[in-house]
């Protein structure tokens, strides 16, 4: 609807109280023609311009878009493009919009800055769920200290050890037991450390840590033997695992452990419930941990680089992420709403 333009002299208000008031905070079409002849004839050099929907009534938004990050939204710099921030800042204002990944706060947080704009992010697969720009935290799942004494015993026989993130409100570093990694997950460790603002915390056993709760576990290895792991873990109800590849090499896929309750599907679901949302969603991923979400979703956006058993969940298939894939693929969702 266009906006309705009509002279409008503020001193007129208290003289007519009785008359204007009730009507200028309901919806303007039901503004009696006399009422707006005054307000006409209340000015002539001065013209105030009100949207029907932005100003008087709050324009309701057309749907949800739910976003994983690291190779959806990115490119190859694991960073969010100036067109797709741009993107999204113009559909702000006609959708909601949700990112939800699997990264710690702080490393999302190194790539989101572009976005100007209120949005809620939900990270290590919504362990911790916070509204932005302002930060504040909505929901929060955590795994329990006294579930590691039975990872501790599920792992003694496998070549690598698993580590812990502490949160973001503790700065996102982890807890590692470099004595019990090989020298090459050791490295690799160290390459991850770089996107801690505080540095990792060395233990010989976590048996030991001042800390009652975690966001996410996390074990590395080749594809293959994540998956096995995964399935052996199946008997473990208090977690959600699943296994994907590592960002930061291709050669490694990572099993993420967090709550049973802290997954991306459980994630949308309590964003929605805490903004009271009934909305039609778009949910775009690509790979295994987005399934949860995808599969909640009116129209699922699948980025074609993701593992081919994930591409028969999506509805429209996205060209890679660095070629800004994603934004060809949400103007063709939008149209099919």
């Given amino acids: 609807m266009l906006p309705l333009h009509f002279p409008l002299n503020f001193s007129f208000l208290p003289s007519h109280r009785g008359h204007f008031t009730p009507y200028f905070t309901k919806y303007v079409g039901k503004m009696p023609p006399a009422i707006w002849k005054k307000i006409e004839n209340s000015l002539e050099n001065e013209l105030v311009a009100i949207s029907v929907y932005a100003t008087i ?12 990050i690291d190779g959806t939204i990115t490119d ?18 006609h959708f909601e919009i949700f990112l939800i990944t699997g990264r710690s706060f702080t490393f999302a947080e190194s790539s989101i800055t572009k976005l100007e704009f209120p949005y ?3 990270v290590q697969h919504g362990a911790d769920i916070l509204s932005m720009p302002d930060k504040k935290l909505l929901h929060r799942h955590y795994i329990s200290a006294a579930m590691l004494s039975r990872l501790d015993t599920f792992f003694e026989r496998e070549p690598e050890d698993y580590i812990i ?58 594809a ?4 096995h792991l995964q399935a052996k873990m199946g008997k473990i109800d208090e977690l959600h695992t699943c296994v994907i590849r590592d960002p930061l090499d291709t050669t490694l896929s990572l099993l993420l452990m967090t709550d049973k309750e802290a997954d991306k599907g459980h994630a949308l679901k309590r964003i929605l419930n805490h903004h009271n949302l009934d909305l039609p969603v778009i949910a775009a991923g690509d790979d295994n941990n987005d399934r949860p979400m995808l599969e909640q979703a009116d129209i699922a956006i699948v980025v074609e680089t993701a593992p081919q058993a994930l591409h028969h969940v999506g509805d429209i298939l996205a060209k890679p992420s660095k070629d800004l894939g994603i934004i060809p693929a949400l103007e063709e969702a939008i149209k099919r709403l």
Avoid: N
Avoid at 57 to 68: E, G, I, Q, V
Avoid at 224 to 227: K, N, R
């Fill in 57 to 68: 009534l709050p324009m309701k938004k057309r749907a949800a878009l739910a976003l994983d």
């Fill in 76 to 93: 190859e710099r694991h960073l969010i493009p100036d067109e797709v921030a741009h993107y999204l800042k113009e559909l702000s204002q």
């Fill in 120 to 122: 809620t992010l939900a």
């Fill in 165 to 222: 993130y502490a949160g973001y409100d503790r700065g996102d570093f982890c807890y590692y037991r470099p004595h019990m990694m090989s020298e090459s997950l050791r490295a690799h460790c160290r390459i991850l450390e770089r996107f801690s603002p505080t540095e990792w915390v060395s233990t010989r056993s976590y048996k030991t840590l001042d800390q009652g709760e975690f966001p996410l576990l996390k074990y590395f290895g080749k």
């Fill in 224 to 227: 293959e033997a994540m998956h």
